[in-house]
């Protein structure tokens, strides 16, 4: 073994490319290799079937124990193995060993990323143009996509989520935007409390958020309102609404809309503010030496040195808007014309328990968000370009 | 040499420990699931937790104690996933007790439950039972389950101020309802509570309303052929019971708050208003369940601050009086097993749950069940009431399929009732969405 590692360590030589095979350390690495496997792999078995092995009567600590177990099997059992792999691969002839080395530690990483990753994708492709419980395909292959795409409520669903791209991302670069170049001219306490309160809707969940904007727009019947926006409302003299109803204009969808920005803001306003403090001083100080108005001077040379955080954020909270679904499954479920993609997914999915619709619907969101992405990673690489 | 090792590894994996222990066949029963029989051990999967499986244990002490039989009940909320997937690996309880009986049938359609007719005496329990409970497990003429509680929904609750008003407290029609509602009406008060929100879940308190019309109006039978798909979604019939929902409910002065208040208000807050001074509406419709939402005052004096009266027939309709409703149903998994036969027998007979009704928010469903378990006189009260009902019907969308029964019916009555679509758009829309 110990020679091992004083082989492993020592820099790669041309007389190593040719040395012959080493059946001892094929197999020794080989056995070890499956051995470890497979120890591993029974000790998670036995941590599940057998829990009361690792008991010591008291449910509190039993738990700790087997939870810790679990991670020293897991750790320590992969960083074992992967040594006993290295054995193998070193055993085997120069040219070999040195063109398999690369793969062999790479390989579990991508085999995990394929299992995890790929391979659902690929299945929900595959779904999509399967029947409802996936146990065949349909005929013609086709039809759920056909079929989502005849429903009418689809189409008012894609304008939704359409009229969210155009609306969210934008509005919350702007006040984030707003907010990170306004808090940069307060005094530093008055900044970082302004930033602070902010950032904080950040910290709470979307249902959070849900309940706490469904008391906003609380409508009651009959005269005395406990909505905020009712309050106000009728204060100035109107009339109670019941907001979340009022579908004209997508009224309701833009106030569901309000809670993300509000969610958000705070995540936009962080980055452009660090934004803003790296852009440099003296390319400002140049700027009204040459008599720019403040104005002129955000515009033409502040905003395109921080261009690229702005397209960060940006294309950030497109993504997440694609996705939207709690709250608007959270406050209207969809009804009174507010239903986005991801919730028609859900209820494809959950409620008509139809997967082969479902991953039609998935399909298509897939689709419309790989331009993004595809976009999203050519700018990184511009950006490292730039660099 | 890897071979070997490998098929070492593959065989030397550890086996689980508890597999499916199984009825080994040979007995008459064909459904052979659950644990070892004849064990004195007895496994149960319900669907309720918390206090109502502590009052499920309570009723079930005795028995235990003089039979010797162990009854080990779990729970989960996901009932309706869980018992699928234990009995597609195998792993199913004795019994299990469905709240709704559309997962019941499904496994009836797969071998896996027990006829009752072969372990219980039918005629006996069917002649105590509410008429009709038994057909909601009924497969191809043969009942699968027997209902252990029941839940009663035609129920119309009126607070105490009501009384003052000096109109009647019990009705002979639907029609008698809506005269007396618009004399409400005209005195200045609307006279129905109606809350149709709930979350995601924001609709489902409309189709009571609807099952209740179609059960009146057409009967059981037509509600039947309707539940079952034998009859479009979108049948004359049916848009004629959503278009009286209409106006008894959707007309202007009929209910608090109007046709925007219905949805905005929680279907747990509909009665609030009622328990004001002076009371803003008088009548709320809705299950036995709907106590345990009063405003805590009310609940801890029910019997003087709310009357209840059952929700009448309709005029031109269903004769009889009927009563849409639900119930826990439990079904025997393990044919084999004498003393899972022994709890069966039990629990779905009228000794059973005199504890449990004690605690409250249990209905027998037998209708010799003896009253005076009862916590008070309103629990009392609905249980007569659906003694006495000329024929049960379960909830329809219960009975429908998920998708229909928990979405587009949901869905269809909140378009319904904001106007966003007519009764014959809405049902147009929910048959076509029916599943093939």
């Known amino acids: 073994m110990s020679a091992a590692t004083v082989a492993a360590s020592g820099p790669p030589t041309t007389d190593k490319a040719q040395t012959a095979a080493d059946p001892k350390r094929i197999l020794v690495g080989a056995v070890t290799m499956i051995a470890v496997g497979w120890f591993i792999g029974n000790g998670f078995l036995a941590l599940a079937y057998y829990p009361q092995w690792f008991a010591v009567g008291m449910p509190v600590f039993d738990k700790i124990i087997q ?321 | 040499m890897t071979g070997v090792v490998l098929s070492l590894a593959l065989t030397g994996c550890l086996q689980d420990p508890n597999p499916r222990a199984g009825g080994t ?70 019994i299990a007790i469905f709240p709704q009986p559309g997962g019941l049938i499904e496994l009836v359609n797969e071998d896996q439950i027990q006829a009752v007719d072969t372990y219980l005496n039918y005629d006996e329990i069917n002649s105590t039972l509410i008429p009709g409970f038994l057909d909601a497990a009924r497969v191809n003429g043969r009942v699968y389950g027997a209902p252990m509680r029941m839940a009663v929904k035609s129920i119309v609750w009126y607070p105490e101020s009501y009384k003052a008003t000096g109109k009647p407290t019990e009705f002979a029609s639907v029609q008698e309802m809506q005269k007396v509602g618009e004399e409400l009406s005209a005195d200045g008060t609307t006279p129905w509570c109606v809350g149709f929100e709930s979350g995601p879940g924001t609709g489902w308190p409309g189709t009571d309303w609807i099952e209740e019309l179609v059960l009146r109006m057409w009967g059981p039978d037509v509600y039947d052929q309707w539940t079952s798909h034998k009859i479009p979604f979108n049948d004359e019939r049916i848009v004629q019971s959503f278009e009286e929902m209409d106006k008894l409910l959707l007309a202007d002065g009929t209910s608090y708050g109007g046709r925007k208040g219905i949805l905005a208000t929680a279907f747990g807050d509909a009665m609030n208003p009622a328990f004001e001074s002076p009371a803003k509406c008088y009548w709320m419709r809705q299950g036995n369940f709907i106590s345990g939402f009063f405003p805590k005052p009310v609940q801890a004096e029910l019997d003087t601050a709310v009357g209840t009266t059952v929700f009448p027939p309709f005029e031109g309709g269903f004769p009889g009086q009927p009563i849409l409703g639900g119930g826990d149903i439990a079904a025997l998994f393990n044919g084999d097993d004498p003393d899972a036969i022994e709890v069966m027998k039990f629990m779905t ?40 009902a000329d024929v049960f019907r379960y909830d329809g969308s219960d009975l429908m399929p998920n998708a229909v029964g928990g979405g587009t019916f949901w869905s269809g009555m909140v378009d319904f009732t904001s106007g966003a679509k007519t009764a014959q758009q809405v049902a147009d829309d929910i048959e076509k969405s029916w599943p093939q």
Not at chain 1, 180 to 200: C, N, Q, W, Y
Not at chain 1, 266 to 281: D, Q, R
Not at chain 1, 309 to 336: H, L, Q, S
Not at chain 1, 354 to 375: D, F, M, Q, R, T
């Open chain 2, 25 to 94: 066949g040979g007995g008459e029963g064909i459904a052979q699931g659950g644990s070892t029989d004849g064990d004195k051990v007895v496994t149960v999967l319900g669907a309720f937790g918390g206090d109502e499986a502590v009052g499920f244990r309570e009723s079930l002490a005795k028995f235990e104690a003089e039979s010797g039989i162990k009854v080990e009940y779990n729970n989960s909320t996901d009932f309706t996933t869980i018992i699928k997937a234990r009995v597609r690996s195998g792993d199913t309880p004795d």
């Open chain 1, 67 to 387: 939870a810790l177990l679990a991670m020293v099997l897991g750790i320590g059992g992969a960083v074992l193995f992967f040594y006993c792999m290295n054995v193998f691969v070193e055993g085997l002839p120069g040219r070999l060993g040195q063109f398999l080395m690369p793969y062999a530690w790479i390989l579990p990483g991508y085999f995990t990323i394929g299992l995890l990753l790929l391979y659902p994708a690929i299945q929900t492709v595959n779904y999509s143009l399967a029947n409802e419980d996936s146990t065949a395909y349909v005929t013609p292959i086709y039809k759920n996509f056909q079929d989502v795409f005849a429903d009418e409520g689809f189409t008012r669903t894609i304008g939704n989520n359409l009229l969210w791209l155009l609306i969210v991302p934008a509005t919350t670069v702007v006040i984030g935007l707003l907010v990170a170049v306004l808090a940069d001219r307060l005094s530093p306490k008055g900044e970082s409390i302004s930033k602070a309160m902010m950032f904080m809707p950040m910290a709470i969940s979307f249902v959070g958020a849900s309940t706490i904007w469904g008391f906003i727009y609380d409508y009651q019947s009959g005269d005395t309102q406990i909505g905020l926006l009712n309050a106000i409302v009728t204060a100035v003299g109107g009339e109670a609404q019941s907001w979340l109803t009022i579908d004209r204009f997508a009224l309701n969808s833009m106030l569901l809309m309000v809670i993300v920005v509000w969610l958000q803001v705070g995540y936009a306003m962080v980055l452009l503010s660090t934004a803003i403090k790296n852009v440099p001083e003296d390319t400002l100080e140049a700027a009204r030496i040459d008599g720019a108005s403040e104005l002129k001077i955000f515009f033409l040379v502040v905003i395109p040195q921080m261009k690229g955080t702005i397209i960060t954020v940006f294309v950030t909270v497109f993504i997440m808007v694609m996705k939207i679904f709690d709250i608007v499954y959270v406050m209207t479920n969809g009804n009174f014309k507010t239903n986005v993609i991801a919730n028609m997914f859900f209820q494809e999915l959950f409620v008509q328990r139809n997967a082969g619709k479902a991953s039609a619907i998935v399909v298509i969101l897939l689709i419309a968000v790989i331009p993004v992405l595809i976009y999203q990673v050519r700018h990184f690489k511009r950006e490292e370009a730039e660099r």
């Open chain 2, 349 to 388: 007979s009228d000794k059973f749950g005199g504890e449990w009704a004690k605690k409250g928010g249990w209905l027998s469903p037998h209708k010799t069940f003896d009253g005076s378990n009862y916590p008070d006189e309103t629990t009392r009260s609905i249980a007569e009431m659906a003694a006495n």
